[in-house]
């Protein structure tokens, strides 16, 4: 899935994002191509970060414009609240 479609998964907005991973909102935008300067790489210490936030994990992907894909890990409710 793209980073867009998983910030959506988790209820994220860029700020939501940027707060959590201590990834900067230009970078954010960048990877996501709402910015003129779209990143064409993006660094793994970066994608690393943001999948912490996400509860995620990265596979590259050389097929995709960005180079990776992310998977969603599930995330465990307490059935007691």
Do not use: H, W
Not at 12 to 24: A, E, P, T, Y
Not at 34 to 59: C, F, G, P, Y
């Amino acid at each position: 899935m793209t980073l867009e479609d998983a910030m959506k998964a988790r209820y994220f907005n860029i700020n939501d994002l940027s707060r959590r991973s201590g990834v900067s909102r230009p970078t954010i935008y960048s990877i996501l191509g709402k910015r003129k300067k779209q990143k064409s790489s993006v660094r793994v210490d970066t994608l690393l970060k943001i999948a912490k936030a996400l509860n995620a994990k990265i596979v590259i992907n050389e097929k995709k414009t960005n180079g990776f894909d992310i998977v969603l890990k599930e995330v465990k409710r307490n059935e007691n609240c």
